[in-house]
């Protein structure tokens, strides 16, 4: 009998033993289950977030480009236009019979008449007969406006034959070369003036009109304030 009762005994125990086994690999089906769909997942996100691409717009709806910030590109803008509205611009000096005679600044490209105008103006007793104001004025230039009897006093005295400055280009006995009727060859005559400036000289002149004064010189390509110094007392208009 008590055999018999241990014998129930152990069946029972074996019964719940197969039980727990099989509950035990439900269980570790389930994890490993889990476990695999955890690692889909987890590949799945690491693959998106690699190709994930991130765009902003100007706020106006427009997208900006990577790498193109409003910083920068106002920067290059900003740069740009200030050396642009430098170039744009040119400084004369105006004095002689006009009614504020100083510095002034003008546009490129601005002719004598505008400067004078800046200047407030010609005086009364101004005397523009030998003046061209037609001509482009250059930066740094100098323009003088002369007065009633001011040109004719000063070939007076220098005793000028004005017949042979006209036809030559050689103001008579003082020998200044007249930058706007000298030929290539009388040019030539001035230190540092060459065949090649000799005929910029003259391209400039019949281009552009003829020079408001000797400092006009310097609208020629080649021809600077220290050239100008060397040749200016040799010269006239």
Not at 89 to 101: F, I, K
Request: proline share 2%.
């Amino acid at each position: 009998m008590a055999q018999r009762e241990q014998h129930e005994r152990v069946k029972k125990m074996d019964r719940w033993a197969g039980k727990l086994l099989g509950h035990k690999a439900v269980v570790m089906a389930i994890l490993v289950v889990i476990a695999m769909a955890s690692g889909l997942a987890m590949a799945n996100l690491g693959g998106s977030a690699g190709g994930v691409s991130f765009e902003r717009t100007d706020g106006s709806g427009s997208l900006v480009e990577p790498g193109s910030g409003d910083a920068s590109s106002g920067k290059t803008s900003e740069g740009s236009s200030t050396k642009a509205s430098a170039a744009a611009e040119v400084y004369v000096d105006v004095d002689g019979a006009v009614v504020s005679p100083g510095v002034y600044r003008l546009k490129d490209g601005a002719r004598v008449a505008q400067a004078i105008d800046a200047a407030g103006g010609l005086a009364p007793e101004a005397d523009v007969t030998g003046l061209n104001r037609a001509s482009k004025v250059v930066d740094g230039q100098k323009i003088h406006v002369p007065t009633v009897g001011e040109q004719q006093a000063s070939i007076a005295e220098a005793g000028v034959d004005v017949g042979a400055s006209a036809s030559s280009g050689v103001s008579g006995a003082t020998g200044l070369v007249n930058i706007n009727t000298a030929s290539a060859e009388e040019l030539q005559t001035l230190s540092g003036i060459g065949p090649s400036m000799a005929q910029s000289i003259i391209d400039e002149r019949t281009k552009n009109g003829a020079f408001a004064s000797v400092d006009d010189l310097m609208r020629v390509s080649g021809i600077g304030e220290k050239k100008l110094a060397k040749i200016k007392d040799c010269i006239c208009v």
